[in-house]
C-alpha cells in the first residue's frame, strides 16, 4: 500500500521599489547536469511537527526567511501532481520512495520586500524575488496553481492591515492603492478610495512627507495600532 505524504507550499508575496508584486521562487536542480525549474518554497512535514511549525521551518531552511506571518488558504490533492517527468527528475535525486502520493497544504504570506533578504539552503540553489506577472507557466508540480489560488484567496480576503504589511511602516496612499488594484486586478476610483479608508479608521496620516521623489512629495501614513 503506497503511503501518502504531506508537504508545505508557501506562497510569500511583496511589492518592490518599482511597484511591481513579486513572489519569492527558489531555484533547485534536476539533474546531474545541472538542469533546473523553479519553485515555491516548499518540502515534506515531519512526522512529529505542528503544521504551521513545519511551514516556518520549511520557508526558512530554504530561504533564511523568519518571522513571517503565514495563513493557510488550501489543501493540494491530486494524486497526479507529481507525476511530470521534470518533477520524477527531482523526487528520484531527493526522495527515497519518489512515485509516493504526496498531498501539500498551501500557505501564503505578504511581507515588506526590504525586510528580508532571501538566501537560498538545503536543495535550493538560488532564492530569488521574481515580478508576479512574469512568472513561469512551468514551474514544478502545481505550483503555478497553487500561486494563482493564493492570489483568489487574498482577492477574497485583502484588508488594509494585510496591504500593508507589504509596505514600509509609513507609506503613502498612493503605494496602498497599487497594491489593491494589483491583488484585486482592477483600477480602483482614488475618490472612493480614501473615502473608504478614512471611514474604516485604520490608517493614520503623519506630519512627514516623502523625501528624494521627483514630484510634490505625498504625505506619509501609517497603520492603527
Not at 55 to 61: M, Q
Not at 65 to 73: G, M, R, S, V
Not at 86 to 97: A, I, T, V
Amino acid at each position: 500500500m503506497n503511503k501518502i505524504n504531506l508537504s508545505i507550499d508557501c506562497v510569500v508575496l511583496s511589492f518592490d521599489k518599482d511597484q511591481k508584486l513579486k513572489v519569492l521562487l527558489i531555484k533547485k536542480y534536476i539533474n546531474s547536469k545541472n538542469d533546473y525549474q523553479f519553485a515555491l518554497p516548499g518540502d515534506l512535514l515531519r512526522i512529529d511537527e505542528d503544521v504551521l511549525c513545519g511551514a516556518k521551518r520549511i520557508l526558512k531552511s530554504l530561504t533564511s526567511l523568519e518571522n513571517i506571518y503565514l495563513k493557510q488558504f488550501a489543501v493540494f490533492g491530486h494524486p497526479d501532481r507529481t507525476k511530470n517527468k521534470k518533477d520524477q527528475q527531482w523526487l528520484k535525486l531527493y526522495r527515497k520512495n519518489p512515485n509516493e502520493r504526496v498531498v501539500t497544504i498551501g500557505y501564503v504570506a505578504l511581507v515588506n520586500i526590504a525586510d528580508f533578504l532571501p538566501k537560498p539552503s538545503l536543495f535550493a540553489v538560488e532564492a530569488e524575488w521574481v515580478e508576479l506577472s512574469a512568472v513561469s507557466n512551468q514551474l514544478a508540480f502545481d505550483h503555478n496553481k497553487i500561486i494563482n489560488d493564493a492570489v483568489e484567496f487574498l482577492k477574497d480576503n485583502l484588508d488594509y492591515k494585510l496591504a500593508t504589511s507589504m509596505l514600509p511602516s509609513k507609506f503613502t496612499l498612493s503605494q496602498l492603492q497599487i497594491i489593491f488594484e494589483l491583488l484585486l486586478d482592477q483600477k480602483l476610483d482614488k475618490r472612493n478610495f480614501r473615502k473608504n479608508i478614512f471611514k474604516a479608521d485604520h490608517i493614520i496620516k503623519t506630519k512627514e512627507k516623502q523625501k528624494g521623489v521627483p514630484h510634490k512629495p505625498a504625505h506619509l501614513y501609517v497603520m492603527k495600532k
